[in-house]
């Protein structure tokens, strides 16, 4: 039995079910049950969901075009002249005391989210303790437990919703980012690249189940 396979035979359905909802939102498409039930390797994955675009294939780069849609959208709403490669490197594009602002602008720009910011690690492992703590205590006090899974869900809700770390590094990862959730948005409506949408949903199956990249390719079985 292969890698993926073996993986596959202990994973949790809806994780499986989780990544097609994945690639049917980046492609914007919706697959028939009975063709996921067809499917037994990313080949066929990667062919039923070309076959569901219906549009020509060309060889062009969508990880080009995203970063240039991106780096139209930057200069045009932060009204500067900067130089920005792949390489460069997310902290010095946005500065921290207008961070927020600056992304909501990006993103009305470009007319999707980049999910781009974070709160800092140390708060989210803090509520991950309070909270794992909290079940414990719900065997021994209730009040106690109610209270602190209470905590611990409204903390993560406002830490993540005002929080202001990059999750990313450099402009090349975010790009990386839009691309395995908003394909269809960064790539010419007219045309497809299948060479970029195998590669972007193995990345949806390693990012989202923790597998290794280096164990894939396009022939690998499901069973």
């Known amino acids: 039995m292969n890698y993926l396979a073996e993986n596959f035979k202990k994973m949790d359905p809806l994780d499986f079910e989780d990544c097609i909802l994945q690639i049917e939102k980046t492609f914007a498409v919706k697959f028939d049950d009975n063709d996921i039930n067809k499917i037994n390797s990313f080949n066929d994955l990667t062919n039923l969901t070309t076959s569901y675009l219906n549009i020509s294939q ?8 995203a970063f240039y849609k991106f780096k139209r959208a930057y200069l045009f709403t932060q009204n500067i002249n900067q130089k920005i490669k792949p390489s460069s490197l997310l902290e010095e594009l ?5 961070r927020r602002e600056q992304i909501k602008s990006i993103e009305q720009e470009l007319g999707f989210n980049l999910n781009m910011l974070e709160p800092p690690a140390w708060i989210t492992y803090s509520l991950l303790g309070i909270f794992v703590l909290s079940c414990i205590l719900l065997f021994d006090n209730t009040f106690y437990g109610v209270s602190g ?5 409204f903390g993560f809700y406002f830490a993540f919703k005002f929080g202001n770390t990059l999750t990313y590094h450099h402009v090349s990862d975010l790009i990386r980012s839009i691309l395995q959730t908003n394909y269809h948005l960064c790539r010419s409506s007219e045309s497809y690249n299948p060479k ?3 590669k972007i949903i193995i990345e949806i199956f390693t990012d989202n189940l923790y597998l290794e990249r280096d164990k894939f390719d396009s022939n690998t079985s499901f069973s």
Do not use: A, G, M, Y
């Open 149 to 153: 899974l209470l905590i611990s869900i």
């Open 58 to 65: 060309v060889d062009s780069c969508t990880s080009q075009q």
């Open 94 to 98: 946005f500065p921290k005391s207008n």
């Open 196 to 198: 970029e949408i195998e």
